[in-house]
């Protein structure tokens, strides 16, 4: 089933996750073990990550620095795949722009059809820490390209001209910024960006995480002044750890309100802190379940614990 079907049947917001693969030669059970902590709250679907392959310095007993070129976190086509047959779950596998070439992702998205998936989500990807050798093959620089790429094989048209091909029916999702891009030079243009993600064929967004309501909100009325008409989901994560108030802003951009970092600042161990957390994204989540969301998103790091805390109170 597509994701934009669950959110236009449901009468009340869903709850939906997005987890991680293991590390490069982790063991997927630890992923089996969350997901099944997390089928209770009866998902609609499950996200996927992917990352880009990036440049890893490594030192030599002769004092040297080598640098490899790996991706840390492979599999999200083949979790997706495996969650989804032993869970009876839909997933919804990430593709990213950097770090492949359309041929790649074309090879991807042929992949996932074939394993009856028909959910992804579109997005840029983090940046490469190197030059990407394409050999001559072309890159989608943008995710308005990616969603264009996967809209177009979804009319059968695909990088060559091919006979008989079968057109693919992928349900596209793609995020967004409520607190702005950090890139976009201001919100006019991020929702201009956005704008042109939904006008090539994306289905529903997913918002970046926040920790103020009104940021989304606000968000989404823009969006709406704009034309942008398709589904918003929110997205939150719990802060769980005291390091969360450097690591949080730094890394995805997003600001913390005030009241937030005194309590998470006053508090004397990280069990603390993941109390403060629960509760913040509870009351988070009991405004945005009585605005009737279409669906409340979870991103989950390491643990499912503090969400199945928080889901439980609604569910």
């Not at 998902?43 to 490594?58: G, M």
């Not at 006979?163 to 910024?177: K, M, N, P």
């Not at 006019?188 to 289905?203: F, H, I, R, S, Y």
Request: hydrophobic share 40%.
């Amino acid at each position: 089933m597509k994701v934009i079907n669950f959110l236009k049947q449901t009468d009340k917001p869903l709850f939906s996750y997005e987890i991680m693969p293991p590390l490069r030669g982790g063991n997927a059970e630890k992923i089996f073990s969350m997901v099944e902590e997390l089928m209770p709250y009866n998902p609609p679907f499950i996200d996927l990550t992917s990352r880009s392959a990036e440049v890893e310095y490594i030192d030599t007993p002769n004092g040297k620095l080598e640098h490899h070129i790996r991706r840390k976190r492979p599999g999200t086509i083949g979790l997706s795949a495996a969650i989804k047959n032993r869970f009876d779950v839909e997933t919804v596998p990430h593709i990213l722009c950097n770090g492949f070439t359309r041929e790649e992702t074309e090879d991807a998205l042929i992949e996932l059809n074939y394993l009856g998936i028909h959910n992804v989500l579109a997005v840029r990807g983090d940046d490469l820490r190197r030059t990407m050798n394409t050999n001559g093959k072309t890159i989608n620089h943008y995710a308005s390209e990616l969603v264009s790429q996967i809209q177009k094989m979804n009319n059968g048209k695909y990088l060559d001209e091919l006979l008989d091909a079968s057109a693919t029916d992928f349900c596209i999702g793609v995020g967004c910024y409520p607190e702005k891009h950090f890139e976009a030079v201001d919100m006019d243009t991020d929702l201009k960006n956005l704008k042109e993600k939904v006008d090539n064929g994306a289905d529903y967004i997913v918002t970046q995480m926040f920790y103020n309501n009104k940021s989304y909100f606000d968000f989404v009325e823009k969006a709406r002044a704009v034309g942008i008409e398709i589904p918003i989901i929110p997205g939150l994560k719990i802060l769980t750890v005291k390091r969360h108030l450097k690591l949080i802003p730094e890394f995805f951009y997003v600001d913390l309100p005030a009241d937030l970092v005194e309590q998470v600042e006053a508090a004397k161990t990280n069990n603390e802190v993941s109390k403060i957390g629960v509760q913040w994204a509870i009351e988070q989540t009991k405004e945005l379940y009585e605005a009737n969301v279409p669906c409340i998103h979870f991103y989950i790091m390491q643990s499912a614990k503090q969400v199945v805390n928080v889901v439980k109170e609604f569910v």
